[in-house]
């Protein structure tokens, strides 16, 4: 069974940083272009960064640049979000994610374009 299992969410304070990891079991993330996504109550599943397949590309979305980043480690079949500098307004329920979809040498932030997903794991930034 194709799995994506998230971990590593919590509570922390403004300016803190967190390091979310996702396992990937089933399936080999070597194939996949993979992303990070977020969402609130109330408004619609966001991306916040995706890795092409080859790892050679990466996007991430302007409220994001510079404190995030996005990496995965094939010997674990693991991916990762690093979230430096953590804001209040990055509270939200994070989701792992891996598209089957071809992008050549990017990725895509869409939504629809993943396949398979992460139950999501709460972060919290607050003092």
């Known amino acids: 069974q194709l799995q994506l299992v998230e971990s590593g969410g919590g509570l922390v304070q403004p300016g803190g940083s967190l390091r979310l990891s996702c396992a990937a079991s089933g399936f080999s993330l070597d194939y996949y272009a993979i992303g990070w996504f977020r969402q609130v109550p109330g408004k619609e599943r966001e991306g916040v960064s995706c890795?092409?397949?080859?790892?050679?590309?990466?996007s991430y979305a302007d409220s994001v640049k510079g404190r995030f980043t996005i990496s995965k480690d094939k010997a674990k079949n693991t991916m990762y979000l690093q979230m430096n500098s953590l804001k209040p307004e990055d509270t939200a329920v994070y989701y792992c994610a891996a598209s089957s979809t071809s992008f050549g040498s990017s990725c895509s932030r869409g939504v629809s374009a993943y396949n398979y997903w992460g139950q999501g794991t709460q972060v919290t930034v607050s003092s």
């Open positions: 890795l092409s397949v080859r790892g050679g590309w990466t």
